[in-house]
């Protein structure tokens, strides 16, 4: 799933690119290549579409090999204080040469992240209360 996101420069100015996520593949079907096709047409459509970038949240060692890099390096950071080196998994890919080069500031997700919680704590109650597990794989993953 893509939504947009804005990287905001320190005079307010907003430019628009997008984001993904979360990719998942059924554990019964990873390792067989469908997560990098999922990636790989996916830019390539973005790129198509005439988006500058893509900014993620993710594992540096998956993402970095297609071309993910710290978004720090074009000097945008998470707008929730987060410190650049304490961020990693804050990664963006420009679509076509130099489409970051000009633009820096703080990266903000799209107003349909905004989350009411009042609204958030009053759905919940809708549902049993939930249990933290593990589960198989999940620590092998982590690591």
């Known amino acids: 799933m893509y939504t947009r996101g804005y990287i905001v420069s320190e005079g307010g100015a907003r430019t628009e690119c997008i984001t993904f996520g979360p990719l998942s593949v059924l554990p019964e079907f990873e390792a067989r290549g469908i997560g990098s096709l999922l990636v790989r047409e996916s830019l390539k459509r973005a790129a198509e579409l005439g988006y500058r970038a893509v900014l993620i949240m993710g594992n540096p060692r998956y993402y970095g090999r297609f071309g993910f890099v710290p978004a720090s390096r074009y000097g945008i ?67």
């Open 77 to 143: 950071h998470l707008g929730d204080g987060v410190p650049e080196d304490g961020a990693p998994f804050f990664m963006a890919k420009e679509l076509y040469p130099g489409a970051l080069e000009s633009l820096s500031g703080r990266y903000e997700l799209d107003k349909y992240f905004e989350v009411d919680q009042e609204e958030l704590e009053e759905f919940d109650k809708r549902f049993p209360p939930k249990t933290k597990e593990v589960r198989e794989g999940q620590i092998h993953r982590a690591r």
